[in-house]
């Protein structure tokens, strides 16, 4: 029986809401997230991890794997795996008790602090603009400058950074406004903006990104571009890997011992514990690194000011008195 165009259009209809509704599903993650999650479940696959699977199976794969993998990495399998799990509509073996309590142990017995990027100071981004002045002039230099000064004064991270766009500046006699259409803390859209102003003297972010983009001729898309072997732009957007390599070859170049722990959140970290050490208001290094746990500006507070706020100090100008007046 042939069916009648109405039951086709309903059909069709029908498709269209459901494949939209797929799409809103997909959007309510992260790109990074899903790929780390699928990352994750390749990876609990290849070990021999069946899924679905049960609470007895996923202890088996945890307690396996506790000795080579560090707890946060267990941690992160058992939320990819939890997500797919509820995403196919299976029982979640995640939330069982013993599950809980293994990797509660494993962590206690296994765990260790968790390795931190190296906060880049003053000093530091001097020392790399310095190494980049020595190295003949280049598209390549003359980028690389724009970007660490961007990357630092902004407090971007590397997505953030490589993401950046020309319809996204806003020039003014004071400085530029880079507005972010969407950002890791701002999964919903709805905007954030990193003021960065003129410099005074030799050192100026808003220059160098104006000397790189008439440089590069940029007027649209993404700011900062690859630049292959031959010194040649391309028009991709730089991948947000090559950040940090580009990062830690420059590091090595300027003779860094800190090399291995540089990446591109040393930008963030150093930003915001250089400004601490100058003693700036909480809620401005909040804003410029965009953050919205007011713990973690904390933690970059108490780092940058771990030896001038630090009570040994008093103690130990007293002890000199002592020593010097017996």
């Known amino acids: 029986m042939a069916m009648k165009k109405?039951?086709?259009?309903?059909?069709?209809?029908?498709?269209?809401?459901i494949h939209g509704h797929r799409q809103y599903i997909a959007a309510a993650t992260a790109d990074n997230t899903r790929k780390t999650y699928r990352s994750a479940i390749r990876r609990v696959q290849k070990w021999g991890l069946k899924l679905p699977c049960d609470a007895h199976a996923l202890i088996n794969y945890l307690v396996d794997n506790a000795p080579s993998l560090n707890p946060r990495s267990l941690s992160l399998h058992l939320s990819a795996i939890r997500q797919w799990h509820l995403t196919q509509r299976f029982d979640d073996p995640t939330q069982s008790l013993e599950?809980?309590?293994t990797l509660q142990g494993i962590t206690r017995t296994h765990g260790k602090p968790k390795q931190k990027a190296k906060a880049l100071r003053l000093e530091h981004i001097a020392t790399?603009?310095?190494?980049?002045?020595?190295k003949p002039l280049s598209n390549k230099v003359i980028r690389d400058k724009a970007m660490i000064l961007i990357g630092f004064f902004g407090g971007f991270r590397r997505s953030e950074l490589a993401a950046i766009a020309c319809e996204e500046i806003?020039?003014?006699?004071?400085?530029?406004?880079i507005t972010l259409p969407q950002s890791k803390t701002d999964q919903e859209a709805q905007g954030m903006t990193r003021s960065i102003p003129y410099g005074h003297g030799h050192v100026c972010a808003v220059t160098a990104l104006k000397q790189w983009l008439e440089r590069a001729s940029i007027t649209s898309g993404t700011i900062f571009r690859a630049i292959n072997r031959w010194d040649h732009i391309h028009?991709?957007?730089?991948?947000?890997?090559?950040?940090?390599y580009i990062l830690k070859s420059l590091g090595a170049d300027s003779g860094f011992d800190f090399v291995a722990s540089l990446s591109s959140h040393s930008f963030r970290r150093g930003v915001s514990t250089s400004a601490a050490r100058e003693k700036i208001d909480f809620g401005l290094i909040k804003k410029q690194g965009g953050w919205k746990s007011d713990s973690t500006v904390w933690e970059y507070i108490e780092e940058g000011q771990q030896f001038t706020d630090n009570s040994a100090v008093a103690l130990l100008n007293k002890m000199n008195e002592l020593v010097d007046n017996p």
């Open 128 to 134: 790399l603009l310095n190494t980049l002045e020595q």
């Open 99 to 101: 599950v809980k309590k």
């Open 170 to 177: 806003e020039w003014t006699e004071d400085g530029i406004t």
């Open 235 to 244: 028009s991709k957007p730089l991948n947000p890997a090559s950040i940090n």
């Open 6 to 17: 109405s039951d086709l259009a309903t059909i069709d209809t029908q498709a269209i809401q």
